[in-house]
């Protein structure tokens, strides 16, 4: 089965610094979803990638998908303690289907 | 605008009860999933259907079914409770099953002592 590994387990910065969260799957990527979510919350989602070499944003957050080394990045720029929480990393089984796989996730703080 | 409902929120129960988690997609969502996500643990995929069929099947024990209803809202029914039972348990609703965003609801915590 296909697993994903993130990276680093936890983060600890200084509000304004930047900051990149890895995900790296044992297998092919078929399309990668990232999520964020508060302690004891539900998940939510931040963006879909598809196609490799894509690459998204959503205000501070931009992630991009390299299928030939099975990993996307999460990049934040200017973090804030609002971006605080667990990300994860989220990935269709295979192509075709979404049952998804998601990797532990990486704890964010972001002291003010 | 209208979120995925859980209920209830938190639920706790003793070994060997019954517990039924219910819960309501976004209006016009047809396929609903559900995980369970254990402490420090990675959301698991337990199941899902699709316009009130099972579509797929994950790592959901015989002692849980599901179903989804003509109003397309789900019911976990969890049954003979375990204390590696207690967990969050997320439902997610999507318009389309292939590559959309899971809309994902706010949980609901089974505690069973």
């Known amino acids: 089965s296909q697993e994903l590994e993130q990276s680093p387990q936890s983060l600890i910065v200084q509000e304004g610094k930047n900051l990149t969260i890895n995900c790296t799957s044992s297998?092919?990527?078929?399309?990668l979803y990232w999520y964020k979510q508060k302690y004891g919350e539900g998940l939510i989602f931040l963006m879909m990638l598809q196609k490799g070499g894509e690459e998204k944003s959503h205000e501070k957050i931009t992630a991009k998908l390299d299928e030939k080394k099975q990993q996307s990045s999460l990049h934040i720029t200017a973090s804030q303690p609002s971006h605080a929480g667990i990300y994860l990393c989220g990935a269709p089984s295979s192509g075709g289907s979404y049952i998804p796989t998601f990797g532990r996730g990486t704890s964010l703080i972001v002291h003010p | 605008a209208a979120g995925v409902i859980q209920s209830p929120r938190h639920l706790i129960k003793e070994k060997r009860e019954t517990a039924t988690l219910k819960c309501y997609p976004i209006?016009?969502?047809?396929?609903v999933y559900w995980y369970q996500q254990g402490p420090g643990q990675d959301p698991q995929f337990l199941i899902s259907f699709y316009e009130k069929m099972q579509s797929d099947k994950g790592s959901i024990p015989d002692r849980f079914s599901a179903q989804q209803f003509s109003d397309y809202h789900s019911e976990l029914n969890m049954s003979s409770l375990e204390l590696g039972d207690s967990a969050l348990y997320f439902c997610?609703?999507?318009?389309?099953?292939?590559?959309?965003?899971?809309?994902f609801g706010p949980g609901t915590r089974l505690t069973v002592l």
């Open positions: 997610a609703s999507t318009s389309d099953v292939l590559y959309n965003e899971q809309f």
């Open positions: 209006p016009r969502h047809d396929t």
């Open positions: 297998k092919t990527l078929y399309g």
